[in-house]
């Protein structure tokens, strides 16, 4: 096995601080082979940088990736733009591949504070004409001051689209500062202009900033504090937990996964838009990740009743379908994402008769919402410090000496490190949350026993609402979706309007007369949703600073680049992880894992699109950023 000297560096040394590596090129996969059977004691990230081309098409199909590391629970790598992320060893080993042009993969990564990646390899089989000065430059931008690259067998390489030798390679690796036995120097010419396009990428972010725990104002050996038990809080407790930290996570119920998180079954399949617009991209990422969560925890033996059996996606009327249509014809999409079907197909992939045409998900399905709870967190525990306080809510949180406490009706808890606001319905229940812009929505998801036509649905179908195949000899339909609902009560109505819901969208179908909802079965649960429908992930502003600030600058002409240039202003070392509507279970653990990184300082799945997109401050800063008036009412 040909592996790099860098690779079989990190894998001798006995160091076990955190250390990121980054590849150009797919090649062999050999140094991430190595680096998986090494079991080192360092959290080890790679980052694999890769061209939607031939080279890459023919990986993928050969399943490159699932073969070399012989685990069936891989999910297969998609040939689409972005970062799918892979993690191993519970959580010693990231690797993260980022496909699409070089250039811009690397200009979309965010910087969290500076530089991160420590050593540079490049594939064997990469395109010489790829290693343009300009992705040079965009390396150094992402490297430590320290950072080295290796060069070996480049002999020819092309720069620029000219031939050149090996020294002029080393030459410009030496110009950008990557190519050194030393540390760069303060007024190196590396140094400086690595240091200034730092600074514009700071500028760039200034809106939305990315903040991890302030390390000069806490003790970070205090644990970090999550109130809510859902998936959302789960998948953080884990993300933190592959990173060594100490969580401690409070629910108000007597047991996790009994709000939102509770119902029997619930649906994964992305949200797509006919442009495929950044919320697009961003849910189809987020889909795969936790696809791939789901196959490892059941891989590592935690029970988790799921199917994997595909969505088919239709309309309900003349509107529905044209919009259905507008999605899978208006973007070429990659077929493991979605596949435009017939009707005579979705009745093949169903098992049921369906009257229309539509979107088949193929990688998508059913999960227990509650089992991929529960699973998140007890792998969290079993790899590090994860506490759980069941039975407390949460009244009132404070910032005293750098630290945070939580207080319920009986007593105070702290001090805390960090703190993450994820606890659904009741996300805007604090002061220093109020004015988050998320609504809860009631919804009830109906229970129908399956019978003999019915029982023969074999995915899950979206429609008018949904409907699951049968698990536990019970099929889920619905959802109800009613704002700021008075009760969270079973109702006889909304029961029947998830009824409708299915005739309206199969109409005359046999298999639809099996549907029955006498027996009043039902579950409760209330989403908080987001106008723009992506989730809210970042540090938590204050809004009543942000409100000073904009009477001082809302009249000036200067107000648009005040906030521009200028971080609006958040509480210290507070999170807010909220907003997942009725698609958490796809949205939810990779603004987890984002999440988590953010907190502990680390380089980000997602990128510097991804970070604006789920700022929880973004209602306000869009208008706030094109100089718009705010109305103040709306923070009430």
């Given at each position: 096995m040909t592996v790099s000297k860098i690779v079989r560096q990190i894998i001798d040394t006995k160091n076990s601080d955190p250390v990121v590596i980054a590849q150009l090129g797919f090649g062999s996969l050999e140094n991430a082979k190595a680096l998986v059977l090494s079991q080192t004691s360092a959290r080890v990230t790679l980052k694999i940088f890769c061209p939607l081309n031939q080279q890459l098409t023919e990986a993928i199909e050969d399943k490159l990736f699932e073969q070399i590391f012989e685990e069936s629970h891989f999910l297969p790598l998609i040939a689409i733009e972005g970062c799918q992320r892979r993690i191993l060893n519970n959580g010693r080993l990231v690797i993260d591949f980022h496909f699409g042009p070089l250039l811009q993969q690397l200009q979309r990564i965010p910087l969290v504070s500076t530089g991160f990646i420590a050593h540079w390899l490049i594939a064997k089989n990469l395109a010489p004409e790829l290693l343009t000065l300009?992705?040079?430059?965009?390396?150094?931008?992402?490297?430590?001051?320290?950072?080295?690259?290796?060069?070996?067998?480049?002999?020819?390489?092309?720069?620029?689209?000219?031939?050149?030798?090996?020294?002029?390679?080393?030459?410009?690796?030496?110009?950008?500062?990557?190519?050194?036995?030393?540390?760069?120097?303060?007024?190196?010419?590396?140094?400086?202009?690595?240091?200034?396009?730092?600074?514009?990428?700071?500028?760039?972010?200034?809106?939305?900033?990315?903040?991890?725990?302030?390390?000069?104002?806490?003790?970070?050996?205090?644990?970090?504090?999550?109130?809510?038990?859902?998936?959302?809080?789960?998948?953080?407790?884990?993300?933190?937990?592959?990173?060594?930290?100490?969580?401690?996570?409070?629910?108000?119920?007597?047991?996790?996964?009994?709000?939102?998180?509770?119902?029997?079954?619930?649906?994964?399949?992305?949200?797509?838009?006919?442009?495929?617009?950044?919320?697009?991209?961003?849910?189809?990422?987020?889909?795969?990740?936790?696809?791939?969560?789901?196959?490892?925890?059941?891989?590592?033996?935690?029970?988790?009743?799921?199917?994997?059996?595909?969505?088919?996606?239709?309309?309900?009327?003349?509107?529905?379908?044209?919009?259905?249509?507008?999605?899978?014809?208006?973007?070429?999409?990659?077929?493991?994402?979605?596949?435009?079907?017939?009707?005579?197909?979705?009745?093949?992939?169903?098992?049921?008769?369906?009257?229309?045409?539509?979107?088949?998900?193929?990688?998508?399905?059913?999960?227990?919402?509650?089992?991929?709870?529960?699973?998140?967190?007890?792998?969290?525990?079993?790899?590090?410090?994860?506490?759980?306080?069941?039975?407390?809510?949460?009244?009132?949180?404070?910032?005293?000496?750098?630290?945070?406490?939580?207080n319920s009706q009986q007593q105070q808890f702290g001090p805390f490190s960090a703190l993450i606001v994820a606890n659904g319905k009741s996300l805007t229940e604090f002061e220093q949350t109020k004015y988050l812009q998320a609504t809860g929505f009631r919804g009830q998801v109906s229970h129908a026993p399956s019978r003999a036509k019915l029982s023969k649905l074999s995915t899950v179908l979206c429609a008018h609402g949904y409907m699951t195949p049968s698990n536990n000899a019970l099929h889920c339909l619905g959802a109800s979706y009613v704002k700021n609902a008075t009760h969270l009560n079973y109702c006889p109505t909304e029961q029947v309007e998830n009824l409708n819901k299915i005739q309206h969208s199969y109409v005359d179908q046999d298999w639809v007369e099996d549907i029955d909802i006498s027996g009043h079965s039902a579950r409760v649960g209330v989403r908080m949703v987001t106008r723009d429908h992506a989730p809210m992930m970042g540090p938590a502003p204050d809004i009543d600073s942000i409100l000073s600030l904009y009477q001082n600058h809302q009249l000036t002409p200067e107000s648009r680049k005040f906030w521009q240039s200028h971080p609006a202003p958040i509480y210290p070392n507070l999170y807010i992880l909220g907003g997942l509507g009725s698609r958490g279970l796809s949205s939810g653990p990779l603004a987890a894992e984002a999440l988590a990184a953010q907190i502990c300082g680390e380089n980000l799945p997602i990128s510097a699109d991804f970070v604006a997109l789920l700022n929880p401050n973004r209602m306000w800063l869009r208008k706030l950023l094109k100089g718009k008036a705010l109305d103040t009412s709306e923070a009430n």
């Open positions: 300009d992705v040079f430059w965009q390396m150094a931008k992402l490297s430590l001051n320290t950072a080295q690259i290796e060069l070996n067998n480049l002999a020819g390489i092309a720069i620029n689209n000219k031939a050149n030798t090996e020294h002029d390679l080393i030459s410009l690796a030496k110009l950008v500062g990557l190519y050194q036995e030393h540390a760069l120097k303060a007024d190196d010419i590396a140094f400086l202009e690595r240091a200034a396009m730092r600074s514009q990428q700071h500028q760039k972010q200034a809106p939305y900033p990315i903040i991890s725990r302030d390390e000069k104002a806490i003790d970070n050996d205090l644990p970090i504090a999550i109130i809510g038990g859902g998936v959302a809080s789960a998948n953080l407790a884990l993300s933190l937990a592959e990173r060594n930290q100490k969580v401690q996570l409070f629910c108000e119920d007597s047991a996790l996964a009994q709000a939102a998180s509770g119902n029997r079954q619930g649906a994964i399949y992305p949200l797509l838009t006919p442009d495929n617009n950044t919320l697009s991209q961003y849910f189809q990422q987020a889909y795969l990740f936790s696809l791939q969560r789901l196959k490892t925890l059941a891989a590592q033996g935690h029970p988790i009743d799921y199917e994997l059996c595909g969505v088919v996606h239709t309309g309900h009327d003349e509107r529905s379908r044209k919009r259905v249509a507008k999605i899978i014809d208006s973007y070429n999409w990659q077929p493991l994402i979605a596949k435009k079907i017939t009707a005579e197909q979705a009745s093949e992939i169903a098992s049921v008769k369906i009257n229309d045409s539509g979107i088949l998900y193929p990688l998508g399905g059913w999960v227990s919402p509650q089992d991929f709870t529960q699973a998140a967190f007890k792998q969290a525990q079993a790899i590090s410090d994860v506490r759980l306080t069941l039975n407390t809510q949460i009244i009132d949180i404070n910032y005293l000496d750098g630290a945070w406490y939580l």
